[in-house]
């Protein structure tokens, strides 16, 4: 069991890797050195995103239509060749924006939807493999494993990026993204290796889940009030924590005056304490109401956000830091609880179809809290950066009290009680949830 969580994670570790440079990076240097709209930028960061319906497509029909005797890793496999081809054309795009517009224009939009739609078939496949070879009891320990692994390669990502990107120019940022790129396919490839098991068709004619279109299904599951409001709740705390990571490295070099290289490590900074933070949160598992680790989570994250617009205000970058590190820790234990939450609320028999939709509140989140955050950058033009970046924070920290309130009103022993009647009365598997 051990072997295939580190695999699992490495499959995780591979995927976040080629987010680092696009989100981290690039976004940075469109923003700051090329002079582009943050409106426009943070649109291509989005767009990818735009196909997260596929996600229930894709999770659902692989849950009972394998390929190659495998239901997940043929998908898994797709996604990172187009999770590593995006990110390594990725610069190219992008210095083509400020040549020839609308020719950059159309490659962008490219190249960040071949990364988005990778992105898009490999998160549902693996987060729902990672279900499957956890079982109810074991799920917890699973996510510990793959979250630490994806933050420990997320810091190596951004200090090995932040080292190879000093002193900066174009053709060293070429070199970077197609190292960091490489890397990430041989990780993958290796995670993928004899993981999965082949696929036996057992069950595959029995039960009220296999009868059903996945159509059929997503309806049934959005008349469930608790899926609904899960969904909303994920859609807006994920939106604050999205938003941000767009705007957070741009901020730091506009209003901070902060080099590349050193903006580039800020995501080490913050992974450090997520890191620190998500141990933690697992530790607090077993002993601690997942919702009273989310609360603490969210509400840091919220504290962040305000301790940035101050930074800003100040012109202090040690408020900034401080601002950071809140951030990082308030999003691990967020995070923790939060997933854990996510995997309770996915029926036995349906872990595609459940990831799939959770997978597109991420989306929406993505879309959501990074367009609002980069218009209202935009638009809030008072002379002087601070005021754009101060009202995006502030609406994000809007969306995070909502999402807070949201909060109270889960109950997951409700979710699966309706799931029970609604979806899946055949399968035995409900009830062993519920007790």
């Known amino acids: 069991m051990l072997r295939k969580r580190i695999q699992i994670g490495l499959i995780h570790v ?59 890793s043929p998908y898994i496999l797709l996604g ?75 810091i190596a990502t951004a200090l090995v990026l932040g080292h190879l990107l000093d002193p900066y120019s174009r053709a ?24 999965e098991q082949p696929f036996d068709g057992a069950g595959k004619e029995d039960g009220g889940t296999q009868k059903r279109t996945w159509g059929e299904l997503l309806r049934i599951c959005l008349q469930n009030s608790q899926a609904v409001l899960f969904f909303l709740y994920l859609s807006l705390l994920l939106s604050a924590v999205f938003g941000q990571d767009l705007l957070l490295e741009p901020f730091a070099g506009e209003v901070l005056e902060m080099p590349v290289s050193r903006t580039t490590r800020l995501t080490a900074i913050w992974g450090g304490c997520f890191l620190a933070s998500l141990v933690l949160g697992g530790l607090l598992e077993r002993r601690v109401p997942k919702k009273l680790v989310a609360y603490v989570g969210n509400s840091l994250a919220l504290a962040a956000l305000l301790v940035l617009i101050v930074a800003g205000i100040l012109q202090r970058r040690w408020i900034f830091y401080s601002g950071t590190i809140l951030l990082g820790l308030g999003s691990g234990l967020s995070t923790i609880a939060n997933l854990s939450l ?3 609320m996915i029926l036995p028999g349906s872990e595609g179809l459940f990831m799939g939709l959770w997978g ?24 002087t950066p601070v005021a754009g970046y101060a009202a995006a924070f502030g609406l994000l920290a809007v969306f995070l ?3 807070i309130v949201l909060l109270g009103r889960i109950d997951v022993p409700k979710f699966l009680e309706k799931a029970r009647i609604s979806v899946l009365p055949s399968d035995p598997r409900i009830f062993e949830a519920l007790d």
């Open 14 to 72: 591979a995927v976040a890797m080629t987010l680092v440079p696009i989100n981290s990076t690039l976004n940075r240097i469109m923003i700051k050195e090329l002079t582009l709209s943050a409106t426009l930028v943070v649109l291509l960061a989005s767009l990818p995103y735009l196909f997260s319906p596929v996600q229930v497509a894709i999770g659902s029909y692989s849950d009972f239509h394998p390929l190659f005797s495998r239901r997940r």
């Open 80 to 154: 990172l060749i187009l999770c590593v081809t995006g990110v390594a054309a990725s610069p190219l795009a992008a210095f083509l924006l400020e040549r020839r517009f609308w020719m950059g224009l159309g490659a962008s939009i490219l190249v960040f939807g071949a990364w988005g739609m990778g992105y898009n078939f490999a998160a549902v496949s693996y987060l729902a493999l990672a279900t499957e070879i956890s079982g109810a009891n074991h799920r917890g320990r699973t996510l510990a494993v793959m979250w630490f692994m994806m933050i420990c390669g997320i």
């Open 172 to 195: 060293v940022l070429y070199r970077s993204f197609l190292f960091v790129a490489g890397a990430a396919a041989l990780i993958g490839c290796a995670g993928l290796i004899g993981l």
């Open 342 to 344: 996510m995997f309770d």
């Open 360 to 383: 597109i509140a991420s989306a929406v989140a993505r879309v959501a809290g990074s367009t609002f955050g980069g218009i209202l950058r935009d638009l809030v033009n008072t002379g």
């Open 401 to 403: 009290i909502a999402s």
